[in-house]
């Protein structure tokens, strides 16, 4: 039987080939008048064609790689990758994707596309609208991506916008909607507050203030995994493997520390203790970390604002820097008068140096 079953395993992933080269359907959301977000799958199509070919023993064609080559998704991963300074030929793709360790990866990656191609890419758009002023507008390319580099990331988001994912079979349909729901909001945060980031960006009268303004941005991470998750009662791991979730609940209870330390990093850029530009990137990159404090601190005061204030006063918030850390403060004060876990509180007098609140009244401690 072993001769007929390789036989019959030949012509199945023949059949594969044929249907994955020859019957490629883009998944796309149906535009609404505020969104239009669809998923370019072509590159991966591509890719697990040409992996299908060779192990079925199908000899692959010239066809096969210009197909590949001038599929929109390797276009525009290629351009991103130019822009980088990184190497990225059509030679070293070809050599990837005829390497050994992609064709034992072949089947997973084959049912995971399929998964992620069932996805309700609508769904993830409207949550991330629904923490979106009414003025915001998505519109964005999703390219799921078989490629080297196991990274994902949003590409030229103020002309284009791209989200590319890495095809990664360990994320499940749940979590990759997750995940693009998190980088819709992004996108639309980026349209609808472009006026007030270009007013931050463009304040050079006090270069210190501006570039503390901008960083405040920043807790757009925590924003987005809010808006993505769905509420603030939804865990923001809620799809994710258990140390992911673990590690986010761990990161979360040093919320007093990490608050502190980024308005250390902030009184620290006031006071001109970090002068070259290096030093303040450097020191604001650190926040990122796997999900750090731009995440769990920018989480924690978005869903306290909801909780004590309602989602419209905190889509409020959203354009407003200053008003977002004021509000912020207002809902900790009024949780904590009801709680025994108190929550900690931006400085008056940061809030005052950046110009979010009035100076207090002579005499008055902060």
Known sequence: MAPVQSYLSRIFLFTVAAAVCFGTVEATAA???NMNVQMVADEADAVLCIL????SGSAISDEDWKHLFASEGYVRLKKREDSMKRSFSDADFERFVLSADLAAKA??????????KQADIRGAGQRALAYLPSNAQIRAKIYPVIKPRTNSFVFEADSDPAIFLYLDPEESKDRFENTVAHELHHIGYANAC?????????NQTDKPVATVLQWIGAFGEGWAMLA????????PHQYSKPEDRARWDRDVARMSQDLQDVQSFFLDVLNQRLKPEEEIQQKAFSFFGVQGPWYTVGWQMAVTIEREFGRPALIDCICDRKHFLVKYNEAAVRRNQLSAEKLPLWSEDFLFRIGAVAPLPAGVAP
């Open 31 to 33: 535009p609404v008048s």
């Open 194 to 202: 472009s006026a007030m980031s270009s007013n931050v960006s463009g």
């Open 52 to 55: 299908a070919k060779k192990e």
């Open 228 to 235: 993505a998750a769905g509420g603030p009662d939804v865990h």
């Open 107 to 116: 089947p997973q990656l084959r049912a995971t596309l399929e998964r992620w």
